[in-house]
C-alpha cells in the first residue's frame, strides 16, 4: 500500500467514524426522548430496561446524563 493510499484510508475511515458518532448520538438522544415519555406514562425502569436491552443502571445513566 502506498503513502497515499494510506492516507485516502485514513480520511475514509474518519469520515465514517465521525458519521457513525453522530447516528449514535441522534439515536441516544431519541431513545432518552422515549424513555422518559415511558416514564412519565407510568412504565417501570424495569421494563423499559428490558425492552431498550440496557440493565436498569443503564436507564437511570441515561435520563440523568448531561445532553452533549
Do not use: C, H, N, W
Not at 448520538?25 to 431498550?52: H, K, P
Not at 440496557?54 to 436507564?59: E, F, I, P, T
Request: charged share 35%; no cysteine.
Amino acid at each position: 500500500m502506498s503513502e497515499s493510499e494510506a492516507i485516502k484510508g485514513i480520511r475514509s475511515a474518519a469520515k465514517r467514524r465521525e458519521r457513525a458518532d453522530r447516528t449514535r448520538r441522534e439515536a441516544t438522544a431519541e431513545l432518552l426522548q422515549f424513555v422518559r415519555q415511558a416514564q412519565t406514562d407510568g412504565v417501570s425502569i424495569s421494563r423499559i430496561a428490558r425492552e431498550a436491552g440496557l440493565s436498569r443502571q443503564g436507564v437511570y445513566d441515561l435520563l440523568a446524563a448531561r445532553p452533549s
